[in-house]
């Protein structure tokens, strides 16, 4: 590309009005001048380019340059190979014209061709808020009456970009999109390393990194619901070498959907790498009828100079500033009776149980599943589901008795259900067996003994909604809900939406969005936990809804550093539901520990616990609401990695380096394991003074750590600090506090 062209600027850092730029392209002329449009973050650039063809290309992505006009040379710089098609680096990749490589979009118009060619025609650009700006770009095809407009929301201050399309057309009939990716993004660097997870039940979020080869890497889901299961839609990408925690130049990205998604990474042949990322569109060609708008959910990528570490945090402040519900404010410590009782419990247990959660001493107890179902009553995973009546046996005087028993024991109630889904053994499905997602004419395979509802159906949606509905009105003290989705979507097939089947996986999201949408518009505030079999869905749009999420069912705390570590990269602590249970071979208080790393909860049967245990647990909860705060809002640091250590570190350090919280386990049973070196904190006042002082211990013991003590923020940086972890002290935490 010719560096020496006239370009022509569009702003980029101070956008103080909306900005139009408008082309005359009906008539077929190009305007000859090139269009440069940066989309600038707190230390990021992405630069496009409307060149002289008005194609519109990705010409840079990385660190912000202090001299706007130098992102034309870019192009210069590069000596790769021809690019053949002039499409290599686009920024919304159209098929059946030039393309040679994976697209972003690929449709059939509506008199059969299937040739698409998008041109830049307009942008605008503007400020919604003091850190929050919106660039809208439209391109359009400049033989059919075909239009996208791609979103770019930039959150300034957290380098968080989120990307949209909106597709629309006014030709003479309908349009079949067969793929319709939310963005298409574009990075050169000397080599990309893959960071990926995969998993399934208990096993959520395992890591694998690889190098990038030439071709196409997808990450996708095509269960439908509990999307994530196998693999979330999670990743992030480093540029020239591995980035590690604080060094390197990393891009997560997110895909902010439910559902089944897809993400293509390609390395072309010229050596850089393509992302496309949007909902998957297998089984899912769409009719587009004439002036229909197509939005799809959007991608949100944030590109870190310093690592890892770095963009978890800005992630962080990102997802609590502007897209978890309730994301800085309270959330309630509770106890859970799933694997206390499973299945098995009347009112006279719950009641006890309600009398231990205040002698436990957490905010609010939380009934499980099988509290529903008469004619099946739900005893076990095979009957129930669907049927959202108390159970008589279990409970002769409803869940009202429960809310009141509770608020004497001055403890909130909160409920579980699962509302998408039915069991083949309830009224449910007896009454409405075309409300099933199923083939009629198949044999109905199940998913933990259940079938999933058709949210692509008004009547189901509005049956979900109502179900909440009920709740909420006959229990106006209901405090907490946690919403399931065990199973994932075989045989799909929708009796509502007929002979338009390729809908299906959409309507169904939409419909599942649209339910949320009405629950939150009545009750905007209660807290509910996203929970999916374990962790088999959480994502950015689910998380609009949901204070908080549930990441595995797998609550062995050995287990979960790993898991919780890797979740952190992607969500905050004040997301992220741990609870206590009997899971694992490691003492209450390594539990309890591992616990308080997010949102703290405990599924155990109180009365079981040893007295001591029972003192330390108290105690911990007390300490706990000490310090929340700080894990909830504060920045993380991962300090040591249990992957490449014999210990685990985290740190959660507050905005204003005044206080923290550390804490230190062993993962290592090889003998003599322990923290032989000192752990170098992160995040203080190299100028300030600390103290160090132990909390969370079991009663009788001590502590070697002297409390007194007073280092500098330079030295615990510098040098750092000694937990003392060791085969009797696996579990350490420590209160940082400024002097
Ligand atoms: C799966 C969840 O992950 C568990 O916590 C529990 O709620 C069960 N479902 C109940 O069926």
Known sequence: MNSRRKRKYSTGAAVCSIILVFLSFGAGRLHAQEIIIPLVTENNALVLEAGKAKELSIIYFGKKLANAQEYQLVPSAYRQTSDYSGLLNAAYTPSGSRNLMEPAITVTHADGHQSLDLRYV????????????????????????????????????????????????????????????????????????????????????????????????????????????????????????????????????ALSYSGNFRTDIELDYQDNLRIISGINNYASPYTLKPR??????????????????YASRQLHDWARNYRILNGKGERLTLLNNWEATYFDFNENKLKALLRDTKKLGVDLFLLDDGWFANKYPRNNDNAGLGDWQENKTKLPNGIASLVKEAAANGVKFGIWVEPEMVNPKSELYEKHPDWVVKEPAREEHYFRNQLVLDLANPAVQDFVFRTMDDLFTRNPGLAYIKWDCNAVIYNAYSAHLGNHQNHFYIEYMRGLYRVLERIRAKYPDVPMMLCSGGGGRVDYEALKYFTEFWPSDNTDPLERIFMQWEYSYFYPAVATANHVTDWGKQPVKFRTDVAMMGKLGFDIVVAHLAEKDLAYCRNAIREYHSFKHIVWQGDQYRLADPRKDEIASIAYISKDRSEGVIFNYLTSNRYGAGSSRPIRLKGLDPAAMYQLEEISLYPGTTSPTDADRPYSGEFLMTVGFNPEVSGSRTSVVLRLQKK
């Open 292 to 309: 229909e708008a197509f939005t799809t959910p959007s991608f949100l990528y944030i590109l870190s100079q310093k690592g890892k570490g």
């Open 122 to 253: 307009r942008h605008e650009q503007q400020q919604l808020d003091h850190d929050v700006t919106l660039l809208n770009i439209t391109l359009k095809d400049p033989v059919y009456d075909f239009e996208v407009v791609l979103h770019y929301k930039a959150y300034v201050k957290q380098d968080v970009i989120e990307q949209w399309s909106v597709i629309r057309h006014g030709e003479k009939g309908n349009v079949t999109l067969h793929k319709y990716a939310s963005a298409n993004l574009y990075l050169k660097a000397g080599g990309f390393w893959l960071q990926q997870y995969h998993g399934d039940w208990a096993k959520e979020m395992r890591p694998e990194e690889s190098k990038i080869t030439h071709g196409i890497k997808t990450l996708d889901s095509k269960l439908g619901t509990r999307a994530n299961i196998f693999q979330p839609s999670v990743f992030m990408i480093s540029l020239n070498a591995p980035a590690s925690e604080d060094e390197g130049t990393v891009l997560y990205g």
